[in-house]
């Protein structure tokens, strides 16, 4: 029973090693360098919104994310998402440096918010998982699941 | 197998299929991006695509969002 227990944690770990992250875009051949570089930041910052997105759509459809918090999380990304805004217009306008820092620094806080998102629902089952009363745990002939991820 | 082990292993699965949930979005996307780069777009329009599919998943999650009362 061990055994079983070890390996059913143990299986979802691969999904978390094979997590796979953007892919690797491509340079533009007409944009000066500092363009390409503003821009791929901003792709990047849209991508990561639209994971963040389609985390809290999918996480509330399946029950995983408790929708008021699932609101809260997703009225931070619409903070986030006018950030993005703000890097594309000012792209628009030229002004590739700031474009890239705003868009990159976006970037950053919608990752944070997707990992802390994560991070709740770990703690969350791994709340529910441990509730047991005493004398049933002593008595249980398994180990614990491994927080996976932490 | 008593009943509170039965219990655990249902609750590791649980944990897994939230995982599963939080991955495989970033494989969505992933999907979609190198599919975009792979039909040739340029960075611009790669950027149009992705701005548009963000809007898409906002409206999807919203109205999950206000499905369930919020």
Known sequence: MKKLLTIIALAFLPLLAACPSVPQLPDSKTLPPA???????????????????????????????????????FNTLDGYKAKVKAAQDAYAAGGFDAAKAQAAGTEALIKFLHDQAIKSLQDQARKSATFYPREEREDCPCVWLLPIGA | MDPATAELILKGITLGAQLAVAWGSAEKVATLVQGLIDKGLTLEQINDELAAHVEKSRNDADRALKDRGV
């Open chain 1, 35 to 73: 363009a390409n570089l503003a821009l791929k930041a901003i792709v990047s910052a849209n991508a990561a919104l639209d994971v963040a997105y389609d985390f809290i759509g999918s996480g509330v459809r399946s029950g995983a994310i408790e929708p008021t918090q699932g609101r809260a999380w």
